[in-house]
T-cell receptor
Framework: DAKTTQPPSMDCAEGRAANLPCNHSTISGNEYVYWYRQIHSQGPQYIIHGLKNNETNEMASLIITEDRKSSTLILPHATLRDTAVYYCIAPYGGSQGNLIFGKGTKLSVKP | EPEVTQTPSHQVTQMGQEVILRCVPISNHLYFYWYRQILGQKVEFLVSFYNNEISEKSEIFDDQFSVERPDGSNFTLKIRSTKLEDSAMYFC????????????????FGPGTRLTVL
């Protein structure tokens, strides 16, 4: 089973920042946190990952708390196309890197 | 930008028939995966494959399933005798490596094949 906890759903107004939280209290010191999203029934799409420092790329920012027990994915200016299920995955996976998906957070961006 | 491709996009088959789902991973990737997602449920890991052999498999991946890399570009999932409960989206993924956290470990997913078993 997934070792993360995410709210089942969230709404965000178009153009505003979407902040998606994730609890991963059992993560150990060298285990990464990854975020993926799935738009409708398409294949999961990689967004960002991090270990302990905050990370930013062209899609999003990832804020990891100092104790590493939780993180927040930030979409700075959400658009309608960001409506998707967002998955926080931590730790990354099994011995060969298989991903364990939870139910994720269904983000609805509204005009 | 390189991407994982899958064919067909939709496969309809009769119960008991064999199906082969095809994937072309990203060309410099070394690890390959299959996942499935039954409608309305979570994405579930099936199998990982490296160096022409299975690295890890889940309980779902029973004797009815097999994987193969028949040539330098394709990666296939075969279901020998399909059941109604095999109806799902099947996603192929690939990564350069699989050590657990480097950017090279990032798995990139294909668009999926929707399998419908009647």
């Amino acid at each position: 089973d997934a070792k993360t906890t995410q709210p089942p759903s969230m709404d965000c107004a178009e153009g505003r920042a979407a902040n998606l939280p994730c609890n991963h209290s059992t993560i150990s010191g060298n285990e990464y946190v990854y975020w993926y999203r799935q738009i409708h029934s398409q294949g999961p799409q990689y967004i960002i990952h991090g270990l302990k420092n905050n990370e930013t790329n062209e899609m999003a920012s990832l804020i990891i708390t100092e104790d590493r027990k939780s993180s927040t994915l930030i979409l700075p200016h959400a658009t309608l196309r960001d409506t998707a299920v967002y998955y926080c995955i931590a730790p990354y996976g099994g011995s060969q890197g298989n991903l364990i998906f939870g139910k994720g957070t269904k983000l609805s961006v509204k005009p | 930008e390189p991407e994982v491709t899958q064919t067909p996009s939709h496969q309809v088959t009769q119960m008991g028939q064999e199906v082969i789902l095809r994937c072309v991973p990203i060309s410099n990737h070394l690890y390959f995966y299959w996942y499935r997602q039954i409608l309305g449920q979570k994405v579930e890991f099936l199998v990982s494959f490296y160096n022409n052999e299975i690295s890890e498999k889940s309980e779902i991946f029973d004797d009815q399933f097999s994987v193969e890399r028949p040539d330098g570009s394709n990666f296939t999932l075969k279901i020998r005798s399909t059941k109604l409960e095999d109806s799902a989206m099947y996603f192929c993924a690939s990564s350069v490596w699989a050590s657990g956290g480097l950017l090279t470990d990032t798995q990139y997913f294909g668009p999926g094949t929707r399998l419908t078993v009647l």
